[in-house]
C-alpha cells in the first residue's frame, strides 16, 4: 500500500468494472472512503476503507498468475497475428503485461503458468536453475531400455553440448492397428526447442501426443481441463507449489 492512484483507476483496477462504469458509480454516490460518499473520479486514494455499496474494495493483487491446462492448437506467446494465443484463454486484462513462463509448442498440451511477475519467471527460467519439468507423451515407435540409458546419459540431438541427464520412464506399450505405441513419462531439467520431440526422435520414436505434468513443484491440477485456467495470488501459488513438494 501507499501508493496513491486516482479513485476511478483503482476501483476499475479492482475489477468492480470499466472506467466508465465506475465513473457511473462514483456519480451515483455508491462509493465511500470511510464514511464519506466521494463524488471525484481523480481523487487520489491508497486504496485503504474504499466501499462499493457498503462492502469493501480490496486492491487488485500487485501481480497476477494463472495456472492454465493448455489445449493443442494455442501457441504459448502474447501476441500473434494469425494465430490464437493462450492469452485468449484468459480474461482480458487490460495494462497488465501478462506472459507465459516459457513456452509449449502449439501442439503440446498442459500445464502452463502464465503471470506478469517478472521476477518469478527469471526465478523458473534462468539458466542454471534446472527447474523439472516432466512430460507425459505418447510416442509411435518402440522404446527400450537402451532408451532410458541414452536419456541418463545425455544424447546428442545436433546442439552445440550434449543433452544434460534426464529420465525416461517406460509407462505402457500399445498395439493400434497393428502400430506399436509407448507411453512414457520424460523429466528435463533443462529446457530446449522442441526437447522432448528431438530426444525421442534421437531414440527413433515419434512423439504424437505430449502434455506438460508439472515445473518444479507445481502440478498440474487433477480435473482442470484442457482450455481450463486456475486464477492464483502469490499466496495460493506459494501453497500449491510446496503441497507438491515430494520427499
Ligand atoms: N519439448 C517439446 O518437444 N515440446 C514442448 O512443447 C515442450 C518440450
Known sequence: ??????????????????????????????????????????????????????????????HLYYLLNKPAGWVSA????????????????????????GRLDKDTEGLLLITDDGALAHALLAPGRHVDKVYEA????????????????????????????????????RIENGVPYVLVRITLHEGRYHQVKRMIKACGGEVVRLRRLSMGNLTLPDGLLPGQWLKMTADTLFFLANSNKQG
Open 78 to 101: 502474447t501476441e500473434d497475428t494469425r494465430e490464437k494465443t493462450v492469452l485468449d484463454l484468459l480474461p482480458p486484462h487490460p495494462r497488465r503485461n501478462l506472459f507465459p513462463v
Open 138 to 173: 505418447l510416442v509411435r515407435g518402440k522404446l527400450g531400455e537402451e532408451s532410458v540409458r541414452a536419456f541418463e546419459n545425455g544424447m546428442d540431438i545436433g546442439d552445440d553440448k550434449p543433452t544434460l541427464p534426464a529420465k525416461l520412464e517406460l509407462i505402457e506399450d
Open 1 to 62: 500500500m501507499g501508493n496513491q492512484m486516482r479513485l476511478d483507476r483503482f476501483l476499475a483496477d479492482a475489477g468492480l468494472g470499466t472506467r466508465t462504469e465506475v465513473k457511473k458509480y462514483i456519480r451515483q454516490g455508491r462509493i465511500k472512503i470511510g464514511e464519506e460518499i466521494v463524488n471525484r473520479p481523480d481523487l487520489k486514494t491508497d486504496g485503504q476503507d474504499v466501499f462499493f455499496d457498503g462492502n469493501p474494495v480490496s486492491a487488485s493483487p500487485e
